[in-house]
């Protein structure tokens, strides 16, 4: 859970990574504590699609860190 620290970066730090929209919506919803599953149902995709969109906005955010 170290995305909790995120939501206090500046919106320009979010543009320099060029997120997709469904990795923003990832974001947005496991910042509200959303489990895969719930996050899986809100975006129509599979858990697994999930969890590739957590390595990918994880990934993203180190480099910004």
Request: aromatic share 8%; net charge positive; proline share 2%.
């Amino acid at each position: 859970r170290d995305l909790h620290s995120f939501p206090t970066r500046r919106s320009s730090d979010l543009r320099l990574c060029n997120f997709t929209e469904a990795e923003l919506e990832y974001f947005n919803l496991r910042a509200k504590d959303k489990s895969n599953v719930e996050i899986a149902f809100a975006l129509n995709v599979s858990e697994a699609q999930v969890s590739k969109l957590a390595k990918r906005v994880k990934s993203k955010i180190k480099r910004i860190l």
